[in-house]
């Protein structure tokens, strides 16, 4: 019996902390995809809480199968709650696949810089003093602020793999993508984010940032 076997048959059995310790583990993470995605605190909580709650619904009506890891299982409800949520608000569809692009003068990989030329362009003309100030954190800002200014083509693809440490078959099955797809959005927003770090870091530099 894996892992995922036997938490699912302890919380079809009826054991609370079984359920609570899934809850504990998960929730950040999830909530993470929730956001990306949602974009407003309220609605991911409000979708975080309906995802956990279909979970243990299904688990109860036995409608989870052990195909996959009960993980990957939760998460394929996170995102699906999260789509149900987007739609109803906003009363529009979510593409996983469209990239929509307003200005004529769209060159292919824009979609993928807003915001971060002049994040990036904050830390010019800081002394070495403040540099050396900055070294700590600097990095895991950037990349936060990259991921976070990503369209959410992107953004959520990211956050399944490096967060929610899904595999690219997870992905694509979640997502309803061609696994070619799902690799190639991941190369090109970690092509691209390597490409504006560059801009400012050397090589050496960054290395010493990590």
Request: proline content about 1%.
């Amino acid at each position: 019996m894996t892992g995922s076997d036997n938490i699912a048959k302890k919380i079809q059995t009826g054991d609370e902390n079984s359920f609570k310790s899934f809850v504990n583990e998960y929730k950040d993470k999830a909530y993470s995809l929730c956001i990306k995605i949602l974009k407003n605190p309220e609605d991911a909580e409000d979708a975080l809480q309906e995802s956990f709650l279909k979970l243990y619904r299904a688990l109860l009506e036995n409608q989870f199968e052990s195909k996959s890891k009960l993980s990957t299982y939760f998460y394929s409800i996170v995102y699906n709650s999260c789509i149900d949520a987007y739609k109803k608000k906003r009363k529009m569809s979510f593409n996983m696949i469209s990239i929509d692009i307003e200005s004529g003068d769209f060159s292919d990989g824009d979609e993928l810089v807003s915001g971060l030329k002049d994040k990036i362009s904050e830390y010019d003309g800081l002394n070495t003093e403040q540099e050396n100030k900055f070294n700590s954190n600097i990095s895991i800002e950037l990349i936060e602020n990259y991921i976070n200014n990503l369209p959410q083509q992107y953004s959520v693809i990211l956050n399944m793999f490096y967060l929610n440490d899904l595999s690219h078959d997870e992905i694509s099955n979640i997502l309803k993508l061609p696994i070619g797809t799902v690799k190639n959005r991941l190369f090109r927003a970690r092509e691209k984010l390597k490409e504006l770090i560059l801009e400012k870091y050397t090589e050496e530099e960054i290395l010493e940032l990590v």
